[in-house]
């Protein structure tokens, strides 16, 4: 148990540094806090409309909140988790860490705990841009969380599919797109109709009830039933692929 730890410690230490060294990652929180300054501008109008008029503050507070938890999960998870798993085929880093009786599981398990606390970090950033009240940041934070689980499950799959860097640009498209459907869902009727089944569309309709005072048991059902589903679909995909880490390239 101590020498699993050890690893699993020395694992978390080496990708976060990685990380810190990736010009990826200089774009995953650069990006997502650019998106939000951007909706600053666009959106002057209505923001300007918001100060007197209640219910436009909660619409304008939603598509704000609901952009930064999007962009954060999604921008990070395609541009950190996936590249981050493809390069290391590509250089055969992973087949070092095989030799050094490292389990697959345990590599996987580091990547995942990296990535979330990276996403954590870029959603208080853009959190912090989005100018609504700090009232709700420890719901944001959580449902940032729950929602990136799903999606952090996804990536190391599709990591796991990559051959190289090159691939993981061609999967990672697919992930961020599904994950920005739900910040379009409030101007866009046709994402609307699909983004409360898509793998954040559960934590963004929660966090529409909670701006709107309408969280309820029997309204948070079928949030948290899709989110759950989803986490299911990760984790079963994973459970069956995640043994190709130990394929080097």
């Keep these: 148990m101590a020498a699993s730890l050890r690893k699993l410690g020395a694992l978390l ?23 939000i300054l951007l909706y600053h501008f666009v959106y002057r109008e209505p923001l300007a409309v918001a100060d007197g008029d209640p219910a436009v503050r909660v619409l304008i507070d939603g598509l704000f909140l609901a952009s930064a938890l999007c962009l954060s999960v999604g921008m990070v998870v395609s541009m950190t988790l996936i590249y981050g798993i493809a390069e290391e085929k590509e250089k055969h880093t992973l087949r070092t860490l095989m030799l050094a009786n490292v389990s697959a599981g345990q590599v996987a398990l580091a ?14 950033l853009c959190f912090a ?18 929602g990136a689980v799903p999606v952090i499950l996804l990536g190391l799959v599709l990591g ?10 061609l999967y990672g498209t697919p992930i961020l797109l599904l994950c920005l459907v ?6 866009a009727p046709e994402a609307e109709a699909v983004a409360a089944y898509t793998p954040l569309g559960g934590v963004c309709e929660l966090l529409r009830l909670l701006l709107e005072g309408s969280l309820t048991p029997e309204a948070a059902a079928l949030p948290l039933a899709v989110t759950a589903a989803w986490i299911a679909v990760g984790a079963v995909a994973f459970k069956l692929l995640y043994r190709r880490l130990a394929q080097d390239n």
């Design 160 to 169: 796991l599919a990559s051959r190289d860097q090159m691939t993981a640009g």
């Design 13 to 35: 230490d080496k990708d976060a540094r990685d990380l810190l060294k990736n010009p990826t990652m200089v774009v995953a929180v650069i990006l997502p806090a650019a998106m």
């Design 182 to 187: 739900p910040m379009f869902a409030p101007i």
């Design 129 to 146: 841009l989005t100018g609504v009240g700090w009232g709700m940041f420890p719901a944001f934070i959580a449902l940032t969380a729950l």
């Design 111 to 124: 990547k995942g705990i990296v990535c979330l606390a990276t996403t954590l970090v870029v959603g208080a």
